[in-house]
């Protein structure tokens, strides 16, 4: 093999190499997407705690949450990039006047809290914490996974 086939091997290489590389990098930069997911349990019984929903390593979007409850004892709580917190009921329904996103009410003989537009870049943790057993008649979450 002469310098010359030796010279254009090693550039053929080196340029395959060079478009594998800059792949990957597109394959980062592209966005796809988002999924769309739903969770819709019924009937959940929740001692002390259950995770409703976690995710990491991604970026999404909760576009509506919805818990149908046959009490009103239990905090809601959220962890993202951007924000930490744990809200009782009652702290919703105060909040819900307030802000259009939050819906906390009672409807028959259920306590049902309505969440919405609640987004996240690299985690999303929400759960529910109960000081004594509540049965949860609907926990609905439809979400967006980036």
């Known amino acids: 093999m002469s310098d010359r086939s030796l010279d254009w091997a090693v550039q053929l290489v080196i340029a395959e190499e060079a478009a594998n590389l800059l ?28 995770v409703v929903l976690e995710k990491a390593d991604c970026a999404g979007e909760i576009e509506e949450l ?3 409850s046959d009490g009103r004892e239990y905090y809601l709580e959220l962890a993202t990039d951007t924000i930490d917190m744990a809200r009782s009921f009652s702290d919703f329904e105060d909040l819900s006047e307030m802000v259009d996103a939050i819906a906390a009410f009672k409807d028959g003989d259920e306590y049902v809290l309505h969440l919405e ?30």
């Open 117 to 146: 537009r609640l987004s996240w870049t690299k985690f999303c943790t929400v759960r529910v914490r109960a000081d004594k057993p509540i049965v949860f008649k609907r926990v609905f979450v439809r979400y967006k996974v980036y």
């Open 66 to 68: 919805v818990l149908r």
């Open 23 to 50: 792949a990957e990098r597109m394959k980062r930069l592209v966005r796809r997407p988002p999924s769309l997911m739903i969770l819709d349990l019924k009937d959940v019984l929740v001692q002390e705690s259950m």
